[in-house]
């Protein structure tokens, strides 16, 4: 499942919201209509309208813009729920340092609240930072239903990556390597799927991450990925196999 940039008020903020976390496509009207609610607000509230802004950017896949409304926003807001808020932007824009970099401020800020580490932990799962997510949710004091599912979710992913064999620095390299290479063709990934498969005792795991486009967006980001992967010397795709899958 994906998720969605923290709770900040405001009917605009919570329509973006709704926005950027669906997987279907923003028509043109109605990112025209909320880039003029944004500008309106701009004035009147910066704080709010500057994510608001980097949402936008996210939407009409311009990582530059987003990442440089992010940090404005930033500039103003060192909340917790601001750095969980950019550190999903900068995932969904490739930037994974600076990603994880937000996700582990946000996290000193508010270790023991359970609402707020579940997301932080599931964004870290996505980079591959699996140790990270498992050890904040491990760490937390009340633990509700979500925070148990993902846990052992999680739990399950390493376990099928130990299986195959799969050193865990690699998976966070060769899915650094994916979000740069969806950065440069101004693809914001939406979600991933990790798969383990076994065939005649040979382990393997599949980690996919989800994008908008058709078969040859598909063809041409993994094209490049496996020209970057292909050059680490760790690369075994029989064993770690990182792809992109259209939606």
Same mark, same amino acid.
């Given at each position: 499942?994906?998720?969605?940039?923290?709770?900040?008020?405001?009917?605009? /903020?919570?329509?973006?919201?709704?926005?950027?976390?669906?997987?279907?496509?923003?028509?043109?009207? =109605?990112?025209?209509?909320?880039?003029?609610?944004?500008?309106?607000? #701009?004035?009147?509230?910066? =704080?709010?309208?500057?994510?608001?802004?980097?949402? #936008?950017?996210?939407?009409?896949?311009?990582?530059?813009?987003?990442?440089?409304?992010?940090?404005?926003?930033?500039?103003?807001?060192?909340?917790?729920?601001?750095?969980?808020?950019?550190?999903?932007?900068?995932?969904?824009?490739?930037?994974?340092?600076?990603?994880?970099?937000?996700?582990?401020?946000?996290?000193?800020?508010?270790?023991?609240?359970?609402?707020?580490?579940?997301?932080?932990?599931?964004?870290?799962?996505?980079?591959?930072?699996?140790?990270?997510?498992?050890?904040?949710?491990?760490?937390?004091?009340?633990?509700?239903?979500?925070?148990?599912?993902? #846990?052992?979710?999680?739990?399950?992913?390493?376990?099928?990556?130990?299986?195959?064999? /799969?050193?865990?620095?690699?998976?966070?390299?060769?899915?650094?390597?994916?979000?740069?290479? *969806?950065? =440069?063709?101004?693809?914001?990934?939406?979600?991933?799927?990790?798969?383990?498969?076994?065939?005649?005792?040979?382990?393997?795991? +599949? /980690?996919? +991450?989800?994008?908008?486009?058709?078969?040859? #967006?598909?063809?041409? +980001?993994?094209?490049? +990925?496996?020209?970057?992967?292909?050059?680490?010397?760790?690369? *075994?795709?029989?064993?770690?196999?990182?792809?992109?899958?259209?939606?």
């Amino acid at each position: 499942m994906s998720r969605q940039p923290l709770k900040i008020s405001g009917q605009l /903020i919570d329509e973006l919201r709704a926005a950027y976390q669906s997987e279907e496509a923003v028509d043109q009207f =109605t990112l025209r209509r909320l880039a003029h609610e944004v500008d309106k607000l #701009l004035p009147v509230d910066p =704080t709010p309208a500057y994510l608001g802004k980097a949402l #936008l950017a996210v939407l009409n896949h311009d990582a530059a813009e987003a990442a440089r409304y992010a940090a404005n926003y930033l500039r103003l807001d060192t909340s917790a729920a601001a750095f969980a808020n950019v550190g999903m932007i900068y995932r969904r824009i490739g930037e994974s340092a600076k990603a994880v970099a937000c996700f582990m401020d946000a996290y000193a800020k508010a270790e023991q609240d359970t609402d707020f580490v579940e997301p932080i932990a599931y964004e870290l799962s996505c980079l591959g930072r699996y140790a990270a997510a498992e050890n904040m949710l491990v760490r937390l004091n009340r633990k509700n239903a979500k925070v148990e599912k993902l #846990l052992s979710s999680i739990q399950e992913d390493m376990q099928s990556i130990s299986e195959a064999d /799969i050193d865990f620095a690699d998976v966070e390299a060769q899915l650094d390597i994916a979000y740069e290479v *969806a950065r =440069t063709h101004n693809v914001a990934p939406t979600m991933y799927s990790i798969q383990a498969c076994a065939d005649e005792g040979n382990r393997s795991v +599949l /980690i996919a +991450l989800h994008i908008d486009g058709d078969d040859d #967006l598909e063809y041409s +980001l993994e094209y490049q +990925l496996a020209e970057k992967l292909s050059a680490l010397p760790s690369w *075994a795709p029989e064993r770690l196999n990182v792809a992109f899958e259209c939606r």
